[in-house]
């Protein structure tokens, strides 16, 4: 929207600079910046191999861009180096995502919205962050047999004003608050144990650990009420479709990526994910954070493939038509 001013600005770069004898950035010519990049290049791999340079990418990329970095720096140069916008912005959807689900992908979608029963928004301000989105909501909400909506933040915002439950954690506490919800929703027997056996592991472990935090425990470290606690957990228990929507309240916060976990964790005891209506959405601060890591941009592989997948690695391997174990993504982890 306001692209215009940095276009015009007098302070914007309209030729490469390069840093010569005199220490001084000074004008080059494209052609000259290039011929350094290269040669540059060459020297490092030569002396210390692909592992010696690194990548850092912008947020202001296309698709084809973030793609085609990729390869130059997996395939082409071979180093795993490769980190984006992501590392601030949304680092911890993309290992949240993989905890659970083993890919940085999401497990729903938009279209879930305008049909389910319940909707959670944990540090998630949509009517501020999201205002087309927001208005699909409310369409929801103002129409015929309305979601319930259940928010998690320490402000009373215009989304918390809308929600039927509103838990406002004391800063910091998104963990303990979201251990004693899954804990109230495992006590009600408001579980999918057949999805759980299925395409679940180490329920019996979140089980033990979420029984800690029983719903006067969290009011002491959450500030929130035992009845307000109670009646969320009620919510999220009882409506046979849910979409949960994570965001910055949580991705910049403490123990972000457990907590993000936790969020995905309520989904997959209930069994809700994957079907109409259901899903978790691990947001994004801006529309290139995901670009970034699906082209495989940053530390990740493109398309939602996995490192710790031998198919995936092989895949990408056949499709550079690099050796698999020559160069990533085979024979190095990326550096987060």
């Known amino acids: 929207m306001h692209?215009?001013?940095?276009?015009?600005?007098?302070?914007?770069?309209?030729?490469?600079?390069?840093?010569?004898?005199?220490?001084?950035?000074?004008?080059?010519?494209?052609?000259?910046?290039?011929e350094l990049i290269v040669r540059r290049s060459k020297e490092i791999y030569e002396q210390y191999t692909a592992n010696a340079i690194g990548f850092y990418t912008s947020g202001q990329l296309f698709l084809e861009e973030y793609y085609t970095l990729a390869v130059i720096g997996k395939a082409g140069l071979g180093t795993p180096h490769m980190d984006g916008n992501t590392r601030l912005c949304t680092a911890t959807a993309a290992a949240a995502l993989k905890e659970s689900f083993g890919s940085d992908g999401q497990p729903g979608s938009y279209t879930d919205l305008d049909m389910t029963e319940g909707i959670l928004h944990v540090g998630h301000n949509i009517s501020n962050t999201q205002t087309v989105l927001w208005m699909r909501i409310l369409d929801r909400l103002s129409g015929p047999n309305p979601p319930k909506l259940v928010v998690i933040d320490p402000r009373r915002t215009a989304t918390a004003a809308k929600a039927d439950v509103h838990l406002a954690p004391r800063v910091g506490t998104n963990v303990p608050l979201l251990n004693g919800l899954l804990h109230l929703i495992i006590e009600a027997g408001h579980i999918d144990q057949d999805f759980i056996d299925n395409h679940t592991m180490d329920f019996d472990k979140l089980r033990q650990t979420v029984a800690k935090y029983s719903p006067e425990r969290v009011e002491e470290l959450t500030d929130v009420p035992?009845?307000?606690?109670?009646?969320?957990?009620?919510?999220?228990?009882?409506?046979?479709?849910?979409?949960?929507?994570?965001?910055?309240?949580?991705?910049?916060?403490?123990?972000?990526?457990?907590?993000?976990?936790?969020?995905?964790?309520?989904?997959?005891?209930?069994?809700?994910?994957?079907?109409?209506?259901?899903?978790?959405?691990?947001?994004?601060?801006?529309?290139?954070?995901?670009?970034?890591?699906?082209?495989?941009?940053?530390?990740?592989?493109?398309?939602?493939?996995?490192?710790?997948?031998?198919?995936?690695?092989?895949?990408?391997?056949?499709?550079?038509?690099?050796?698999?174990?020559?160069?990533?993504?085979?024979?190095?982890?990326?550096?987060?």
């Not at 007098?10 to 000259?32: F, M, V, Y």
């Not at 910049?252 to 209930?270: E, G, M, P, W």
């Not at 997948?309 to 499709?319: F, M, R, S």
């Open 226 to 336: 035992v009845a307000d606690l109670r009646a969320a957990a009620t919510i999220l228990g009882e409506v046979k479709s849910l979409v949960s929507t994570v965001l910055q309240g949580v991705y910049q916060s403490n123990q972000a990526t457990a907590a993000a976990v936790q969020v995905n964790n309520i989904n997959l005891i209930r069994g809700l994910i994957g079907k109409p209506g259901s899903g978790v959405l691990q947001m994004n601060g801006q529309p290139t954070a995901q670009n970034t890591r699906e082209c495989g941009a940053d530390g990740d592989l493109p398309a939602f493939r996995n490192w710790e997948n031998p198919d995936h690695v092989q895949q990408l391997a056949d499709l550079w038509n690099i050796e698999k174990n020559s160069s990533p993504p085979g024979n190095r982890r990326p550096m987060h």
């Open 3 to 34: 692209g215009w001013i940095a276009n015009h600005s007098d302070n914007r770069l309209t030729q490469p600079l390069i840093r010569r004898d005199s220490g001084q950035l000074e004008p080059a010519s494209w052609d000259e910046a290039m």
